[in-house]
């Protein structure tokens, strides 16, 4: 399979290029050309924005140790019946590996995604669970690989909330400086750096902050702070937790 693509005219690689998604974190210039026969793939490492088959931004991560993470819940409003978000509909886990002239990722689902280095600068192309590999992808766009320090804080993370008696929660920070959580019935939010933390304020009224200038590593834990709808920001805290990133 790998070999196919190695070989794939360069016009179908630049005619499948489409337009690429909206991201706050500032885009890396454009990849080097296709090179040797065998590229490689390390040289993709790092935090992209590609989309999903709606046309929706979601951003993926690439790690040094072959796992990958998405950060997902660009989905718009959701009615409040719908209860809260579940874990899988703000990030997925899976493992990367060289493929062609870029990478391959699989996901638990069953989903397939390619970052592929056409003349034109990365795209991308995903399968559907059950897809032939063989044929088209189920839907194509443009790679963005992000840079930054904003860039750096884009990802998932585990917080601990104010109240006791409610599990830990995932937030899930996207490149286009929106935000998501699962323990919210409106779970939207934004966020931004600041010069000693990170500021995530919630449609809920809630604020959440983590208390760190520069981004933590995948596994590291931090202190979070939580400020109640109403209460004064520039006051104490409701509470003060632990989080951890994914």
């Not at 999903?52 to 796992?67: K, T, V």
């Not at 719908?82 to 990030?91: H, K, R, S």
């Not at 920001?233 to 951890?244: D, F, K, L, N, T």
Request: hydrophobic letters at 40%; proline letters at 9%; one cysteine or more.
């Amino acid at each position: 399979m790998g070999s196919v693509l190695r070989w794939l005219p360069l016009a179908l690689l630049a005619l499948l290029t489409a337009c690429g998604p909206v991201y706050r974190a500032r885009a890396e210039p454009t990849a080097a050309p296709i090179g040797s026969a065998e590229p490689n793939p390390r040289r993709l490492l790092g935090t992209w924005a590609l989309t999903d088959d709606d046309n929706l931004l979601f951003n993926l991560l690439l790690r040094p140790d072959g796992s990958a993470l998405t950060a997902m819940g660009s989905h718009g409003p959701r009615p409040l019946a719908a209860g809260t978000m579940a874990p899988a509909e703000l990030m997925e886990l899976g493992h990367w590996k060289g493929w062609g002239n870029g990478v391959r990722i699989d996901y638990a689902d069953g989903w397939s995604d390619t970052i592929l280095v056409a003349p034109g600068g990365p795209i991308q192309w995903s399968w559907a669970p059950g897809s032939n590999r063989d044929e088209p992808p189920t839907n194509t766009g443009k790679a963005v690989r992000l840079k930054g320090p904003e860039a750096g804080w884009v990802g998932v993370y585990r917080f601990a909330p104010t109240q006791s008696d409610k599990p830990a929660y995932l937030a899930s920070l996207l490149s286009s400086g929106r935000a998501i959580n699962s323990i919210d019935t409106i779970a939207a939010g934004s966020w931004r750096q600041e010069q000693a933390h990170l500021v995530i304020d919630w449609a809920s009224g809630w604020r959440t902050t983590i208390e760190r200038s520069t981004p933590p590593a995948a596994g590291q834990s931090f202190v979070v702070r939580h400020w109640a709808p109403g209460l004064d920001r520039q006051g104490a805290a409701s509470s003060q937790r632990q989080g951890e990133r994914l």
